[in-house]
């Protein structure tokens, strides 16, 4: 079974400071995906990463996947409030057809 | 256009009971998942359908669960004689192509109580 852990669990901030959230696996993924969702939503797709050292920028948030293809970090510079919710990461194997998915971490970021 | 869409939003129902749960993915998409979000626990596979291939069942948790697809749209997961332990998020999210790396959309959820 292929598990990806997520840290940290929960992470409570102010408005304007960084933050780093990693997803950890024993395993090799061919690729990652990124989600964040919101109370009440389903996960929406932010990212996906494909190649070992690939690093990929959307705005106020920047996406790593790690050399190995085993690990994958997610920075956010100048939080807003607007970014609260749970980030979910989500890994992809070409020997299945199916997501697996990390349990996530459950951002606040207070005005 | 339409997104992703799950009926009912919210079931509560008494153990023993079976229930069904609907989904309706983007007009056009060939693949339908089936995911379970527990407190904690992140999402959980159950169930994929793409195309007119046999399903993958490989995550359902007992056969209590069932889920068909009806003409490659709307799908019906089916849970029998409902559990506490089933009380949680079912999302359901579909998928344009066969292409793994393709973006999944989900739709917003039923949330299920089970007493």
């Known amino acids: 079974t292929q598990l990806l852990e997520q840290s940290p669990q929960f992470l409570s901030i102010q408005e304007g400071e960084n933050l780093t959230v990693y997803c950890n696996s024993s395993s090799v993924f061919s690729s990652l995906q990124w989600y964040r969702q919101e109370p009440g939503e389903g996960p929406v797709l932010l990212v996906t990463v494909v190649t070992g050292g690939e690093v990929k920028k959307l705005k106020r948030l920047t996406f790593q996947f790690g050399d190995a293809r085993k690990d994958s970090s997610l920075h956010i510079t100048a939080a807003q409030p607007g970014d609260t919710g749970l980030y979910l990461c989500a890994g992809i194997n070409s020997g299945y057809s199916t997501l697996t998915f990390g349990k996530g971490t459950m951002l606040l970021v207070s005005p | 256009g339409a997104g992703v869409s799950q009926s009912p939003s919210n079931k509560v129902t008494e153990k023993g009971k079976d229930v069904e749960l609907r989904c309706d993915p983007i007009?056009?998409?060939?693949?339908l998942y089936w995911y379970r979000q527990s407190l904690g626990q992140g999402l959980e596979f159950l169930i994929y359908f793409q195309g007119n291939s046999a399903p993958d069942k490989s995550g359902l948790p007992s056969d209590r669960f069932s889920a068909e697809r009806t003409g490659g749209s709307v799908s019906t997961l089916t849970i029998q004689r409902t559990q506490q332990e089933d009380s949680a998020v079912y999302l359901c999210?579909?998928?344009?192509?066969?292409?793994?790396?393709?973006?999944?959309?989900f739709g917003p959820g039923t949330r299920l109580t089970v007493l």
């Open positions: 007009s056009g998409h060939t693949a």
């Open positions: 999210a579909s998928r344009r192509g066969g292409t793994r790396t393709d973006t999944q959309y």
